[in-house]
């Protein structure tokens, strides 16, 4: 079933802010699990988030997400 | 980047406006050389804030007038007609005197822009004075009618609101508490008032907190019903004026009133193709001067914030028109139909308001639909940052033209991409979306949301290009991360609705 997600961040969030959401989608993930549209959602906003990121992560000067 | 990933699945828009109509109006007018029928509008327009300030304030005045010992004592007898009786209704003639005053202005001004439009379109140059009484008697005698109108629409209310509150046991004291707010307002806004109290005490809400969002919603009805009311009021002195100017010349014997006729000017350039259906069946119409036109309307407005305008013509340059506008051609009688049109309208928008006032304070996000009428057809209460859908809502929701608004409640930020994505797979007539700071809009333009495929590729295309200039401003230091984490949906939004031709807005919220 179809979701109407309002992400709170973009490429200009914080990091701090962005790895929440992050954190919010997984716990989406979970809750949807059984509802592949909302999945490929959730996938979808993952990927965006993650991009965001590491563009925010360079411009506060901090390291990798995955180090 | 791709951005809509659904199918498209919207179904075939069945209404539409005539685009044929509208594209006849367009080739036909503007009426070449002159922009007579913008100037009798700016003429309006321009004296919509004081007519609308004349109001409120005669409002404010009576509604201190007001003695609330009496319409107690009058409740305490269980005689609503007695509390009705305690309102001194007198006084607003007095208080309406600017008001008057400045009908009569516009009224006067209109002559002179009926003269000139009459010499472009009927080659008369009628250079005379209109006297002066007439602007008097008309103003005069349309502030009466208005004033009975809105005793008579508070006195409805009075009688269906407090006989209901009465039925349930409330407090002659706190019944008459509820009448003073009611002044001036239309029965379904004094209503809509009242359902908006019984839903946050069903809600719990504290009664402080109620009585300040309450007042808020009843004077943001009252300024619409004040503007609603300047936008007619000053159309229909202007159209006033514009019709004395030829009656007087028929009472002087200038023009003789078997050889000209006035047609209703309903489709001037219209680009949002905003012009109601009752209009459109009125373009073209012919009334004799002096005369009525279909439905027995003197003339323009025919309904609540009408633009119409009307001219003077040859009545033999009118085909099939030479004995004037016969019955069986007259359209519905319009005051029939625009009624019911422009309450729906007025409905709608309170009913919007009054939901929009109410999510606008959930920390959850709160998805609401309404139809043409105002009537909620779907209302879902989802998480902080999403709402859930089954394809049965969307199936029941396509289709209808229908308003969606909802809440953000993490962020003062425009629309996300999946808000707009689901608008245009519903086909809605508009997508709001009610933030703490900002309320925003988006609505398709008058052809419709588009193609997908096209609304895809502008926003990717806008989307990475206010980015990269976000970018490059933050570097230069002329840009702030929060503003620019703020604004970035808006401006990408801003742009991609320009290019595509969609109506976006955003508004600076005022409820809190």
Same mark, same amino acid.
């Given at each position: 079933m179809p979701l109407l997600i309002d992400p709170p961040v973009n490429p200009f969030s914080r990091s701090e802010?962005? %790895? &929440?959401? *992050?954190?919010? %989608? &997984?716990? *989406?993930?979970?809750?949807y699990s059984d509802d592949p549209d909302a999945l490929v959602q959730i996938s979808r906003h993952e990927a965006d988030a993650a991009r965001w990121l590491e563009q925010a992560l360079l411009d506060e000067g901090g390291a990798n997400p995955g180090s | 980047m791709i951005l809509f990933r659904f199918r498209d699945r919207?179904?075939?828009r069945k209404a539409r406006p005539p685009l044929a109509r509208i594209a006849k109006a367009r080739t036909v007018r503007p009426f070449p050389g002159d922009d007579w029928w913008e100037a009798l509008q700016r003429i309006a327009d321009d004296a919509v804030p004081g007519v609308r300030e004349a109001f409120l304030a005669a409002i404010a005045t009576l509604v201190d007038a007001v003695s609330?010992?009496?319409?107690?004592?009058?409740?305490?007898?269980?005689?609503?007609?007695?509390?009705?009786?305690?309102?001194?209704?007198?006084?607003l003639e007095e208080s309406l005197a600017p008001m008057r005053v400045q009908l009569e202005e516009i009224f006067d001004a209109a002559i002179e822009v009926s003269r000139q439009s009459t010499l472009v379109h009927a080659g008369l140059e009628l250079a005379f004075d209109v006297p002066n009484r007439y602007a008097i008697e008309w103003a005069r005698q349309h502030v009466g009618e208005l004033i009975v109108g809105v005793s008579h629409e508070t006195r409805t209310a009075i009688r269906e609101v407090i006989a209901r509150q009465l039925e349930t046991g409330m407090h002659p004291m706190?019944?008459?508490?509820?009448?003073?707010?009611?002044?001036g307002l239309t029965r379904r806004?004094?209503?809509?008032?009242?359902?908006?109290r019984a839903r946050?005490?069903?809600?719990g809400v504290p009664p402080q907190q109620i009585d300040r969002l309450v007042d808020q919603y009843r004077r943001r009805l009252l300024n619409l019903r004040a503007q609603n009311i300047a936008r007619t009021e000053t159309m229909a002195a202007a159209n006033a004026g514009h019709r004395a100017l030829w009656q007087s010349a028929v009472d002087n014997g200038l023009i003789n009133a078997e050889e000209w006729e006035r047609e209703w000017v309903a489709v001037v350039p219209d680009p949002d193709a905003r012009t109601c259906a009752v209009c459109r069946a009125l373009d073209d119409q012919r009334a004799p001067v002096g005369g009525t036109f279909g439905g027995g309307l003197d003339g323009p407005p025919a309904h609540p914030s009408c633009r119409c305008v009307e001219r003077l013509v040859p009545r033999e340059a009118a085909p099939g028109a030479a004995d004037g506008p016969a019955p069986e051609a007259q359209p519905e009688p319009p005051a029939e139909v625009a009624v019911p049109e422009a309450q729906a309208a007025e409905q709608r928008a309170a009913n919007l308001d009054q939901v929009e006032q109410r999510i606008a304070a959930l920390d959850r996000e709160n998805?609401?639909?309404?139809?043409?009428?105002?009537?909620?057809?779907?209302?879902?209460?989802g998480a902080v940052d999403h709402v859930q859908l089954t394809e049965q809502d969307i199936d029941q929701l396509a289709g209808r033209g229908l308003t969606l608004t909802h809440n953000h409640p993490t962020a003062p930020v425009s629309f996300s991409i999946e808000?707009?994505?689901f608008a245009m797979r519903i086909d809605a007539a508009e997508m709001r979306a009610v933030t703490s700071r900002w309320t925003y809009s988006m609505g398709p333009g008058p052809t419709g949301w588009g193609s997908i495929d096209r609304a895809n590729a502008v926003i990717s295309r806008h989307f990475n290009e206010v980015a990269a200039e976000f970018a490059e401003a933050r570097k230069a230091g002329q840009l702030t991360r929060s503003v620019a984490e703020r604004i970035f949906m808006h401006e990408i939004w801003q742009r991609s609705a320009t290019e595509l031709g969609w109506r976006y807005t955003r508004t600076a919220q005022r409820r809190r």
């Amino acid at each position: 079933m179809p979701l109407l997600i309002d992400p709170p961040v973009n490429p200009f969030s914080r990091s701090e802010d962005i %790895l &929440a959401w *992050l954190e919010r %989608l &997984a716990a *989406l993930r979970e809750e949807y699990s059984d509802d592949p549209d909302a999945l490929v959602q959730i996938s979808r906003h993952e990927a965006d988030a993650a991009r965001w990121l590491e563009q925010a992560l360079l411009d506060e000067g901090g390291a990798n997400p995955g180090s | 980047m791709i951005l809509f990933r659904f199918r498209d699945r919207r179904p075939v828009r069945k209404a539409r406006p005539p685009l044929a109509r509208i594209a006849k109006a367009r080739t036909v007018r503007p009426f070449p050389g002159d922009d007579w029928w913008e100037a009798l509008q700016r003429i309006a327009d321009d004296a919509v804030p004081g007519v609308r300030e004349a109001f409120l304030a005669a409002i404010a005045t009576l509604v201190d007038a007001v003695s609330l010992e009496a319409i107690e004592a009058a409740l305490a007898d269980g005689d609503i007609g007695a509390a009705i009786a305690a309102i001194p209704w007198e006084t607003l003639e007095e208080s309406l005197a600017p008001m008057r005053v400045q009908l009569e202005e516009i009224f006067d001004a209109a002559i002179e822009v009926s003269r000139q439009s009459t010499l472009v379109h009927a080659g008369l140059e009628l250079a005379f004075d209109v006297p002066n009484r007439y602007a008097i008697e008309w103003a005069r005698q349309h502030v009466g009618e208005l004033i009975v109108g809105v005793s008579h629409e508070t006195r409805t209310a009075i009688r269906e609101v407090i006989a209901r509150q009465l039925e349930t046991g409330m407090h002659p004291m706190q019944s008459a508490r509820l009448i003073r707010p009611m002044i001036g307002l239309t029965r379904r806004h004094s209503a809509a008032v009242n359902n908006l109290r019984a839903r946050l005490v069903e809600d719990g809400v504290p009664p402080q907190q109620i009585d300040r969002l309450v007042d808020q919603y009843r004077r943001r009805l009252l300024n619409l019903r004040a503007q609603n009311i300047a936008r007619t009021e000053t159309m229909a002195a202007a159209n006033a004026g514009h019709r004395a100017l030829w009656q007087s010349a028929v009472d002087n014997g200038l023009i003789n009133a078997e050889e000209w006729e006035r047609e209703w000017v309903a489709v001037v350039p219209d680009p949002d193709a905003r012009t109601c259906a009752v209009c459109r069946a009125l373009d073209d119409q012919r009334a004799p001067v002096g005369g009525t036109f279909g439905g027995g309307l003197d003339g323009p407005p025919a309904h609540p914030s009408c633009r119409c305008v009307e001219r003077l013509v040859p009545r033999e340059a009118a085909p099939g028109a030479a004995d004037g506008p016969a019955p069986e051609a007259q359209p519905e009688p319009p005051a029939e139909v625009a009624v019911p049109e422009a309450q729906a309208a007025e409905q709608r928008a309170a009913n919007l308001d009054q939901v929009e006032q109410r999510i606008a304070a959930l920390d959850r996000e709160n998805l609401v639909a309404l139809d043409a009428d105002g009537n909620i057809v779907l209302d879902r209460v989802g998480a902080v940052d999403h709402v859930q859908l089954t394809e049965q809502d969307i199936d029941q929701l396509a289709g209808r033209g229908l308003t969606l608004t909802h809440n953000h409640p993490t962020a003062p930020v425009s629309f996300s991409i999946e808000d707009i994505a689901f608008a245009m797979r519903i086909d809605a007539a508009e997508m709001r979306a009610v933030t703490s700071r900002w309320t925003y809009s988006m609505g398709p333009g008058p052809t419709g949301w588009g193609s997908i495929d096209r609304a895809n590729a502008v926003i990717s295309r806008h989307f990475n290009e206010v980015a990269a200039e976000f970018a490059e401003a933050r570097k230069a230091g002329q840009l702030t991360r929060s503003v620019a984490e703020r604004i970035f949906m808006h401006e990408i939004w801003q742009r991609s609705a320009t290019e595509l031709g969609w109506r976006y807005t955003r508004t600076a919220q005022r409820r809190r």
